[in-house]
């Protein structure tokens, strides 16, 4: 007998009682780990902190380390061949399109062992990307029953079901949001923006696809060309300079002075990238650099973007780093060029 007159045979049974209550506790939250899933709701996860403004997480394939990417650009999910321990199990051939316009032929596979979090994703099919190390880029195919929560401030990803129509509405009432519908061109699902594109006295409207995994706007040379938008190199060449008076790595780099993506909300100024290899009606990317200091929600359910009022301050290069002087020189000399050819114009009678 015990002090308070009950026998240590009877504790017995609690003591088991307890220990099936904590196990099944534990088996409770081990369980979206244990089993299979194609669910991605409820995920909430770090950003890379090598990711720059992108959504780039960490993973696992197998047993090995991933970064895996929340990609608005693919329309399929790809991996690299370095996610393939023994080579990629091939499947298949793919055609698609790229957001690009370039008609890709690329090999499909089925990937297994993906996880992220504590969540064990089911096998996929992927087709198949160059690389040694593993990253998993998850496409529109999966991605659009979801609506991507970026916490700016926070620096993390949440994975939601899309909006019903009622909280879409609701999010259009509350003070200081902005609700961007993107559009789709015909046949594809990628979602694109119509934005305008100020630089100096140069000005575009273009339509950019939203790059949720890139960290740096692409423009393409077609939209840059027909509008009179310079990259350094050009800029230099206006001002009769060689180019080896550039960096290399500076000679495609285009100044945005500011990116508005409505009349009262836009983004700038922005270092974005001249791309070259672009064609058809896409004319770029809007990437991390444009909508990464906002509080956002892509929600591709919806086709919308929602921006949010909480904001980060946006990083600002240097006046005197060498691509903001190659700026400066190009909009002084085109200050002096317009105010030649007002003079050289005839008085109106």
Same mark, same amino acid.
């Given at each position: 007998m015990t002090e308070n007159g009950k026998s240590k045979s009877c504790m017995r049974p609690l003591r088991?009682? @307890?220990?099936?209550?904590?196990?099944?506790?534990?088996?409770?939250?081990?369980?979206?780990?244990?089993?299979?899933?194609?669910?991605? @709701?409820?995920?909430?996860?770090?950003?890379?902190?090598?990711? =720059?403004?992108?959504?780039? $997480?960490? /993973?696992?394939?197998? /047993?090995?380390?991933?970064? $895996?990417?929340?990609?608005s650009t693919r329309e399929l999910s790809s991996a690299s061949q370095g996610c393939f321990a023994?080579?990629?199990?091939?499947? @298949?051939? %793919?055609?698609?399109?790229?957001?690009? /316009?370039? %008609?890709?032929?690329?090999?499909?596979a089925?990937? @297994?062992?993906?996880? %992220?979090?504590?969540?064990?994703?089911?096998?996929?099919?992927?087709?198949?990307?160059?690389?040694?190390?593993?990253?998993?880029?998850?496409?529109?195919?999966?991605?659009?029953?979801?609506?991507?929560?970026?916490?700016?401030?926070?620096?993390?990803v949440t994975v939601q079901r899309s909006m019903s129509d009622e909280a879409l509405a609701a999010q259009r009432q509350f003070p200081g949001v902005t609700v961007l519908s993107t559009e789709k061109t015909q046949g594809h699902e990628w979602p694109l923006l119509v934005t305008k594109v100020h630089q100096g006295p140069a000005e575009s409207v273009a339509t950019l696809v939203l790059a949720t995994a890139d960290g740096q706007s692409q423009l393409s040379s077609a939209l840059l060309d027909s509008d009179g938008l310079k990259s350094l190199a050009q800029m230099a060449e206006a001002l009769e300079q060689p180019l080896s008076s550039v960096p290399a790595e500076l000679r495609d780099a285009v100044y945005v002075e500011h990116l508005a993506?409505?009349?009262? %909300? =836009?983004?700038?100024p922005l270092w974005t990238a001249r791309a070259t290899h672009w064609r058809g009606t896409v004319q770029g990317t809007l990437a991390g650099d444009a909508w990464g200091t906002f509080v956002a929600t892509f929600d591709f359910g919806q086709d919308v973007v929602v921006l949010h009022p909480q904001r980060v301050p946006p990083t600002t290069s240097s006046t005197d780093s060498p691509q903001q002087q190659w700026v400066k020189r190009y909009f002084e000399w085109l200050d002096v060029r317009r105010a030649a050819q007002h003079e050289t114009e005839p008085a109106e009678p």
């Open positions: 088991l009682a @307890s220990a099936l209550v904590i196990a099944t506790l534990a088996g409770c939250a081990a369980l979206r780990h244990a089993y299979l899933t194609d669910d991605l @709701s409820g995920l909430t996860l770090p950003l890379l902190a090598d990711g =720059g403004m992108r959504l780039a $997480v960490a /993973g696992h394939v197998g /047993g090995r380390e991933a970064t $895996v990417l929340f990609d023994d080579g990629a199990p091939l499947v @298949s051939q %793919v055609k698609m399109q790229a957001v690009t /316009g370039a %008609v890709l032929q690329q090999a499909g089925k990937l @297994s062992g993906l996880s %992220v979090g504590q969540l064990r994703y089911r096998d996929i099919e992927v087709v198949i990307e160059p690389g040694t190390g593993c990253t998993v880029r998850l496409g529109l195919e999966l991605l659009a029953p979801y609506a991507l929560y970026y916490d700016a401030v926070a620096k993390r993506l409505t009349p009262h %909300v =836009g983004v700038g």
